[in-house]
Nanobody, 126 residues
């Protein structure tokens, strides 16, 4: 069982940066692949980035490549999403999620993730 709590969202100007954090409960955090997803009102949730349980593999949606970086600190039971060069279209709610280890090919599939946080709002002003 894993409980996830996101933080770090807020209001930022276009071109600015934010770092989202997702703190996990439990001693088994290091055993889970972790992902970030986002959802705009009235739209489906979409994949942003994921990192394997070992930290050795990362995977990004095209929308975030070159701008977003996912990382994890198992000592702190925390996964991060560093977001740079933010755009107004990045204005959505961001969710972190956890899944038992799986293939890289399925890292972007939200149905693979069994644990979700409550989300944190990111607003990018133009």
């Amino acid at each position: 069982q894993v409980q996830l709590v996101e933080s770090g969202g807020g209001l930022v100007q276009a071109g600015g940066s934010l770092r989202l954090s997702c703190a996990a409960s439990g001693r088994t955090f290091r055993l889970y692949d972790m992902g970030w997803f986002r959802q705009a009102p009235g739209k489906e949730r979409e994949f942003v980035a994921a990192i394997s349980w070992s930290g050795g593999s990362t995977y990004y949606a095209d929308s975030g490549k070159g701008r977003f970086t996912i990382s994890r600190d198992d000592a702190k039971n925390t996964v991060y999403l560093q977001m740079n060069s933010l755009k107004p279209e990045d204005t959505v709610v961001y969710y972190c999620a956890a899944r038992l280890p799986g293939t890289i090919a399925t890292m972007q599939d939200q149905d693979e993730y069994g644990y979700w946080g409550q989300g944190t709002q990111v607003t990018v002003s133009s």
